[in-house]
């Protein structure tokens, strides 16, 4: 009879155990569906785009990834034990941590480009230096032709008057001598 009841409960006790198992198990991926379920994306200024996720220990990163920045590729803020980290990554893949108290969720790529001490591309700014000075030159040509333009319209009109005027004279004498 005690080897009926060992041969029974040592398969009840195995079973009791799975059943513990699967619920350990289901209860871990609750968990992390609810951790994976707390990620959201949302589109940000200067055409970005900005994704938040939570993990299980309460970690809060939020990645700002730049569409058409030429400076920056991502700025990465993660919160963690209220410790708030900045990372920026260059479109050639250099990470720097910045300390900035900026929301570089919100600033312009170029601010944040600027913290980080990301450089421009040298070429590029010259070539919008030369462009704005060209532009200028144009501007300044434009306004002396129109000013030229005008006085010349002015004096041509004096000119044409003075003509006429003269032209009258004239006529009046060749009347008086021709009676």
Same mark, same amino acid.
């Given at each position: 009879?005690?080897?009926?009841?060992?041969?029974?409960?040592?398969?009840?006790?195995?079973?009791?155990?799975i059943g513990c198992s699967t619920a350990n198990q289901t209860?871990?991926?609750?968990?992390?569906?609810?951790?994976?379920?707390?990620?959201?994306?949302?589109?940000?200024?200067?055409?970005?785009?900005?994704?938040?996720?939570?993990?299980?220990?309460?970690?809060?990163?939020?990645?700002?990834?730049?569409?058409?920045?030429?400076?920056?590729?991502?700025?990465?803020?993660?919160?963690?034990?209220?410790?708030?980290?900045?990372?920026?990554?260059?479109?050639?893949?250099?990470?720097?941590?910045? *300390?900035? &108290?900026?929301?570089?969720?919100? +600033?312009? /790529?170029? %601010?944040?480009?600027?913290? =980080?001490?990301? $450089?421009? #591309? @040298?070429?590029?700014?010259?070539?919008?230096?030369?462009?704005?000075?060209?532009?200028?030159?144009? *501007?300044? &040509?434009?306004?002396?032709?129109? +000013?030229? /333009?005008? %006085?010349?319209?002015?004096? =041509?009109?004096? $000119?044409? #008057? @003075?003509?006429?005027?003269?032209?009258?004279?004239?006529?009046?004498?060749?009347?008086?001598?021709?009676?």
């Amino acid at each position: 009879m005690t080897k009926k009841i060992c041969l029974f409960t040592i398969p009840l006790i195995a079973a009791l155990g799975i059943g513990c198992s699967t619920a350990n198990q289901t209860a871990n991926d609750n968990a992390n569906a609810n951790a994976t379920a707390q990620a959201t994306t949302s589109p940000g200024p200067d055409n970005s785009e900005i994704s938040t996720s939570v993990d299980a220990s309460g970690t809060r990163t939020e990645t700002r990834t730049f569409r058409d920045n030429p400076r920056i590729q991502k700025v990465t803020v993660t919160t963690r034990n209220g410790v708030r980290t900045v990372k920026v990554t260059s479109k050639s893949g250099e990470e720097k941590v910045v *300390d900035t &108290t900026e929301n570089v969720l919100e +600033a312009t /790529g170029d %601010k944040v480009a600027d913290a =980080a001490g990301f $450089v421009a #591309d @040298k070429s590029k700014k010259a070539a919008n230096e030369a462009g704005d000075k060209a532009e200028d030159v144009k *501007d300044k &040509t434009v306004s002396t032709s129109k +000013a030229v /333009g005008e %006085k010349t319209v002015e004096g =041509a009109k004096k $000119v044409g #008057d @003075k003509t006429v005027s003269g032209a009258k004279k004239v006529g009046k004498a060749v009347k008086k001598v021709i009676p």
